[in-house]
């Protein structure tokens, strides 16, 4: 049987992307709920939405509720004995699609931001240059920790459930 140590070195990183998808999954039900203060971090077309009271808004807020909160559970999956009532293949599937699509999409954002800032390329006129810092410092790089703590917790979870022989 495993240590209380061992098991926390098998577990920590489903755990961890369990409360970082969690913490922002909170922040946007408070969006979804009709809270404001923050979206013009965001900005764009989302903040946009939210101040003219569109209800194209809500609706993003809640998609993205319903994602991180499934993405939450994912990572519980994968930590949790109840998580072996699914098949192996498909927890460890939808671990490493997940971990693609967070460090795909927030990497390749991240790296273009920091591209415009080094001046490397130039940034869109009219460019929402508070919104864009705050991409580049939390929303964007949220995603990239996110996967790198998912794919860490599927490779544990991959180790702690290969087939033996």
Do not use: C, N
């Not at 999954?25 to 965001?42: F, K, N, P, Q, R």
């Not at 699914?86 to 591209?115: D, H, K, N, S």
């Not at 949220?142 to 087939?163: K, M, N, Q």
């Amino acid at each position: 049987m495993d240590s209380a140590r061992e098991q926390r070195e098998k577990t920590w990183a489903g755990w961890a992307a369990f409360y970082w998808a969690g913490a922002f999954a909170l922040v946007s039900l408070y969006w979804a709920l009709g809270g404001e203060v923050g979206i013009d971090t965001v900005g764009g077309t989302i903040a946009d939405l939210v101040r003219r009271g569109d209800s194209a808004a809500s609706l993003l807020a809640w998609g993205a509720v319903v994602v991180k909160v499934a993405g939450m559970a994912l990572a519980l999956a994968l930590v949790q004995r109840w998580g072996r009532v699914f098949p192996r293949w498909l927890l460890l599937a939808g671990g490493w699609a997940g971990t693609v699509l967070l460090i795909g999409y927030g990497g390749t954002i991240v790296v273009t931001e920091a591209l415009v800032v080094v001046g490397v390329i130039d940034a869109p006129p009219g460019t929402d240059w508070y919104a864009f810092y705050w991409h580049l410092f939390l929303w964007d790089p949220y995603f990239v920790l996110w996967g790198v703590l998912l794919g860490v917790a599927t490779a544990h979870f991959a180790r702690a459930t290969r087939p033996i022989g």
